[in-house]
């Protein structure tokens, strides 16, 4: 269970870079009291409050940027309301018991919890991970029962963690062939961790890939990619989320 500090709608002043940028901000919101992460919330613009399936997106070291508030938007105009977020893991604590790891992981909390307060079914809500994002939002999801199912995107994946066997939710991995970040050893390590325990991710690689292969601005950008992982996300949210009827 997580707090969450309910704000009325902010005012945004943007930047001149911001302005000139062209990808809508969203509401700034705070996902828990006193929060660290960079947080927006973006809407559809059809159909009833409260009858919207929730998304949080959670983004890579790069933060809440043009790239993440663009895959909101788009999420939103396909019907989904969306927490993007940059839980700012590089941001110290000044409490010894509350380490950035868990500090995040009690914000991804707050995003989930924001959702729910806004859905006639609070179940209806998943989350996206890029990066370093993903593997917050896998350690979230093995620690929490509370999304209906997970994405994640070029994410190191947590080969030989005891808690994967806590798993409990549908869950998609777009993963980048040629990724720094992690190898087809732990990948595969993973993968036939996951089945030890019942957990049959649906897994793609794209070959001579790299990490951040779906961010145009990446000189790593592969187009062809990006849309097959795009549309493989949103089938993914479609076929485990459902817009309530009132």
Known sequence: MYLLLLTPPLAHCQTAAEA???????????????????????????????TWPGVVLVSDSTGLDDFLRKRAADLA??????VAMNPRLDVPTSNPQDPPHE??????????????????DPTQVAM????????????????EKSIRALIVNYTPLPAGD?????????????????????????NSRFLADAHSFHI???????????HGFDRENFPVYDPAAASDATARTVT???????????
């Not at 105009?77 to 969306?82: D, E, N, R, T």
């Not at 049959?200 to 790299?210: D, V």
């Open 20 to 50: 000139g940028s062209g990808v809508p901000h969203g509401e700034h919101i705070n996902v828990v009291l006193r929060a660290t992460a960079d947080a927006e919330v973006f809407r559809p613009s059809k159909g009833r409050p409260g």
């Open 77 to 82: 105009a396909k019907g989904f309301q969306v």
């Open 103 to 120: 500090r995040a992981l009690r914000e991804i909390g707050g995003a989930v919890t924001y959702l729910e307060a806004w859905c006639m």
């Open 128 to 143: 996206v991970g890029f990066g370093t994002g993903g593997s917050l939002a896998l350690d979230y999801a093995m620690t």
């Open 162 to 186: 005891p808690m994967l066997s806590h798993l409990d939710v549908p869950l998609l991995i777009n993963q980048a062939g040629s990724d720094p970040t992690t190898t087809d050893e732990a």
């Open 200 to 210: 049959n991710p649906h897994f793609k690689q794209y070959p001579k890939t790299s």
């Open 236 to 246: 993914f949210l479609k076929a485990n989320l459902k817009t309530i009827t009132p």
